[in-house]
């Protein structure tokens, strides 16, 4: 019998410390696997709007708290206020604005500190300015009015709530860019003309008034986004005005603004009366290319015309003048050609047959397997838009009559309803809307005959824009209307200036969006590069959702941040 081994006999102690050590590693995982919690505050700003004397030592300050994306005022804040010696505290009203008296205030120029100091959702913000309680402060407002070639833009200037005439320097530069270009000077109350081609073409820009100030009033300045438009011209050429029926017609031509420049990339559909014919997108000198098959049109004569939409808000969509084409009657078919196309129909099936068995592998020496590509699928371009119904087989065969155009709304990214979006119609002046439901649905009835243009909106998404044409076979009837949310176009935009920084390019549909904006921060971009991630991550983590109103930013800052980059590269 064998004596027992006294250095295994605390088998009890050494199971409670095995259990022990287990709980530890299950407690230690469980830590190790929450995931990181990031929180993103809104980014705020403080206007200064007045400091003036209202007595022998007392200065009333006028202010707003704005929020610094959207520009909306924000309500119950508390603000700090230190003018020289003297601290005052001030609480934001409904709109954002704040008004206080601060005594015991010296006279000449003096230096006024505002302070915000933020919340669990909102950034600190902080202004520190150098103003004269003693001369007047001047308020500018920009107005403007659209006028043939550009805007009509008045500036107004008020001084203790009241209008004054002072000289005013304008300019104008691309949203996101703290560079502007000088334009022209004039007074306040007079109209300034800003043409697009001065203001750098059609789009969103930002315009700035200046009043450098006089002896008994203090210097001001104002500034507001803009939107220059321009209408598209279309131009359509047949290569034969006549054809037969077994030829082919081609359509060539281009799609340009009103002042000259090309459209690149705007989406152009070939349409002889309620059909489209073929459709597609204009090359970067604006100009496209159908080939039709007269078979296609048919015997007879047929009005042409094509529609171009430059998927811009900044630039409407515009049609070619009509041209007619005359389409011949279709000539028999010899019976040659028919004794040829059996043959040749012979020849295929004989030919499908032996390919089916192969025979050639047997004399082949087995190839090696072959690696599996890194990235399988190729990166897919997020994109919203219509998406028509298939009518059945019976509609197809006649005549398009359906007045009704109805379906749901739904997000691109993931697959939910819309509801409360806004679907708009627009013919020669007239107009009807209807808001979707809570499952995304909306519907229209009796529409007149025409090409409605159609507007698709929704709060925290890109508007969709696209034509209904009516009457149609049943095609518009169930259709899905996919609206890209803000967020996700936003990052789309950001890929452009991020993805060179990442370690392989394939990465970024592999990498989580937090990944990508955490290890562009990690390399210590370029000055643009980093405030375009800082916006992005802002726009694309925080709990607020961003109007669409913010893409144009976007883009600024994405070509600014590109731009720099290329400079340091060269």
Not at 17 to 30: D, E, I, K
Not at 47 to 57: C, E, F, N, Q, T
Request: glycine letters at 8%; one cysteine or more; proline letters at 7%.
């Amino acid at each position: 019998m064998r004596a027992p081994n006294p250095a295994r006999a605390p088998c009890y102690d050494e199971g409670v410390w095995r259990s022990a050590l287990l709980v530890l590693c299950v407690l230690a995982h469980g830590a190790a696997a929450e995931p990181h919690q990031v929180k993103i505050r809104a980014q705020t700003r403080i206007v200064l709007d007045r400091v003036r004397l209202i007595g022998d030592d007392q200065a009333e300050v006028r202010g707003q708290l704005v929020d610094g994306l959207t520009g909306d005022g924000l309500a119950n804040q508390p603000i700090a206020i230190q003018i020289g010696d003297e601290t005052a505290h001030a609480t934001t009203g409904p709109d954002g604005h704040f008004r206080i008296a601060v005594p015991r205030i010296a006279t000449g120029p003096q230096a006024i500190d505002l302070a915000f100091r933020g919340s669990d959702l909102m950034e600190p913000a902080q202004l520190n300015q150098v103003t004269d309680p003693a001369r007047a402060q001047v308020s500018l407002t920009i107005e403007t009015a659209d006028v043939p070639g550009g805007l009509s833009v008045t500036v107004r200037a008020t001084a203790d709530e009241r209008a004054v005439e002072v000289p005013i320097a304008l300019s104008v530069g691309p949203l996101g860019n703290a560079a502007l270009t000088p334009l022209t000077q004039g007074k306040s109350g007079a109209a300034f003309l800003i043409t697009r081609t001065a203001a750098g073409g059609p789009g969103a820009h930002r315009l700035r008034a200046d009043f450098a100030g006089d002896d008994t009033r203090q210097a001001a300045r104002a500034e507001r986004s803009i939107e220059l438009t321009a209408a598209s011209l279309t131009t359509m050429v047949l290569s034969a005005t006549r054809i037969a029926f077994e030829d082919d017609l081609v359509v060539t031509g281009k799609v340009t603004d009103e002042d000259g420049p090309p459209i690149q990339r705007a989406a152009v559909a070939l349409t002889s009366g309620d059909r489209r014919l073929a459709q597609g997108a204009t090359a970067e000198d604006g100009s496209y290319r159908f080939r039709v098959e007269g078979e296609v049109l048919g015997q007879g004569q047929w009005g042409l015309q094509v529609q171009a939409d430059p998927g811009r808000p900044s630039i409407r969509p515009s049609r070619s003048s009509p041209e007619i084409v005359r389409v011949s009657t279709p000539q028999p078919v010899p019976v040659s050609y028919t004794i040829a196309a059996f043959l040749a129909t012979a020849a295929a099936a004989g030919g499908f047959f032996a390919a089916r068995a192969r025979p050639w592998q047997k004399l082949r020496r087995p190839a090696p397997p072959a690696e599996m590509p890194a990235n399988g699928a190729p990166d897919e371009v997020l994109e919203g838009g219509l998406v028509v119904a298939r009518p059945g087989l019976v509609s197809t065969l006649r005549r398009a009559s359906d007045e009704g155009f109805s379906g749901v709304v739904r997000d691109a990214v993931r697959g939910r309803p819309v509801a409360d979006a806004v679907v708009r119609l627009a013919l020669h002046g007239a107009e009807r809307s209807v808001t979707t439901v809570a499952d995304g649905g909306f519907a229209f009835e009796s529409l007149a005959m025409g090409d409605w243009s159609a507007a698709v909106t929704a709060h925290g998404h890109v508007t969709e824009t696209f034509t209904v044409s009516i009457p149609h076979r049943g095609e518009l009837r169930g259709v899905r209307v996919d609206l890209v949310p803000v967020r996700e176009r936003v990052f789309q935009l950001y890929r452009r200036a991020a993805e060179p920084i990442l370690p392989e390019i394939r990465l970024w549909g592999v990498w989580s969006p937090r990944q990508i904006v955490d290890h562009v921060r990690s390399k210590r971009p370029s000055p643009a590069l980093a405030d375009l991630t800082d916006f992005v991550e802002e726009v694309y983590f925080s709990a607020r959702v961003c109007e669409e109103t913010v893409l144009p930013i976007a883009s600024a800052r994405v070509d600014r941040a590109i731009h720099e980059r290329a400079g340091t590269a060269s």
